[in-house]
């Protein structure tokens, strides 16, 4: 029997990979829903090519959404949707029963204590679907979470790895755009360049295996081969190696359980060159050690770190504030108190709109700010 797949974001670029796979194995996997945010003709294209429902979030709303997942009787959800719109649907899904193949960061840094309840209530899993946390948790399923006493995540280290403090103050937008092995949305491509991305893969980290922040560590691989590692109780490390594709990871997901032979090509590890390792440069970009912080002081911090990032992020692209703008934008909205618990959906909004508010209010202070 076919695995049926709900497929949100499928205009974007997981959404895209998904159903490249899909298309690819059609006799184990079918397509039983469609959503994006507001391409209405390339949804009724892609519903039509895989005779399925969909919707479009611009013009169904919120409860549109909530209705296809509901009604889908998909056995897995893949949420590729981009940003804390990807909240919301990861709890329908969780609340349906349905397993959730996870690529929205947002659902675990803004609402960890909350998924994590509802998928339990729910009978439901959560598959990770990003490169790096499908390493740990294949790793973690053949070694034992319970044999692991580290976890240390790779980093392309972005385009501007090797650039001065003052090279970094003159990044532009089209040079942040151009990262050097993974081809993504402009968000996370920005976030890969200022490390802040890493940074809120090590919060997700944190929470998807219950590992301390002090139990984690971030690496510079360039070549993105090795995808994570763990370190065993014995001081051993374990690493996932493949080709920096995120098809495999998404297939992992879409299989889960099974580990099944598929169409991917294989990594040949004689033809691959040289693997390079070195620290990040955390005073170069700080919104690594940043995050680390906010996974440490737990509370609403990681929620204000993400919105205030979008936000700065989105500035950043708009051309409204220089590349290490982005940090200070964060940094500054940080600090203010977020020590509160929000406990809701609505408290957890409330707390990203606030943060937002602060991260356009700090960008308004920036020399050449908004006014």
């Known amino acids: ?219 510079v691989h360039p070549q993105s081969l090795i995808h994570s590692l763990v370190r065993t109780k014995d001081g051993i490390l374990y690493a996932q190696i493949s080709n920096p594709d995120m098809r495999h990871p998404i297939f992992g997901a879409l299989a889960w359980p099974e580990n099944s032979q598929n169409y991917l090509e294989k990594f040949d590890l004689s033809a691959c060159g040289e693997m390079t390792f070195s620290p990040p440069r955390f005073s170069s970009f700080p919104l690594l050690k940043t995050a680390f912080d906010c996974a440490k002081k737990g509370a609403s911090y990681t929620i204000a770190f993400n919105a205030a990032n979008e936000a700065a992020v989105q500035a950043f692209l708009d051309k409204k504030c220089g590349f290490m703008d982005i940090s200070r934008i964060v940094i500054s909205t940080l600090s203010l108190d977020w020590s509160f618990q929000a406990a809701s959906i609505d408290e957890i909004l409330e707390a990203d709109r606030k943060a937002r508010l602060e991260a356009e209010r700090q960008l308004s202070m920036l020399p050449g700010g908004i006014h």
């Open 1 to 219: 029997m076919k695995k049926k797949i709900l497929v949100l974001g499928c205009t974007g670029s997981i959404g895209r990979q998904t159903l490249d796979i899909i298309r690819k194995m059609d006799s184990r996997f079918e397509v039983c829903g469609l959503s994006a945010g507001s391409n209405e003709e390339k949804v009724a294209e892609l519903c039509s090519e895989f005779n399925c429902p969909g919707t479009v979030f611009s013009r169904d709303g919120i409860e549109g959404l909530e209705a296809l997942i509901k009604n889908s009787g998909a056995d897995i959800a893949v949420n590729g949707i981009a940003g804390a719109a990807g909240l919301k649907p990861s709890i329908f899904v969780l609340e349906s029963g349905i397993d959730l193949a996870l690529a929205n960061k947002e659902t675990v840094v803004m609402a960890w204590v909350l998924v994590k309840e509802t998928a339990k209530k729910h009978n439901a899993n959560i598959i990770p679907v990003d490169s790096e946390h499908s390493a740990i948790f294949n790793l973690t399923e053949k070694i034992g979470i319970e044999n692991i006493s580290e976890l240390i995540i790779t980093a392309s280290g972005g385009p501007f790895r090797t650039l001065s403090d003052d090279e970094l103050e003159k990044v532009s937008v089209e040079d942040a755009l151009k990262h050097p092995t993974w081809s993504m949305g402009q968000k996370i491509t920005i976030d890969s360049a200022t490390l802040a991305n890493k940074g809120l893969e090590v919060i997700e980290a944190c929470r998807l295996f219950d590992f301390p922040p002090e139990h984690v560590s971030v690496v």
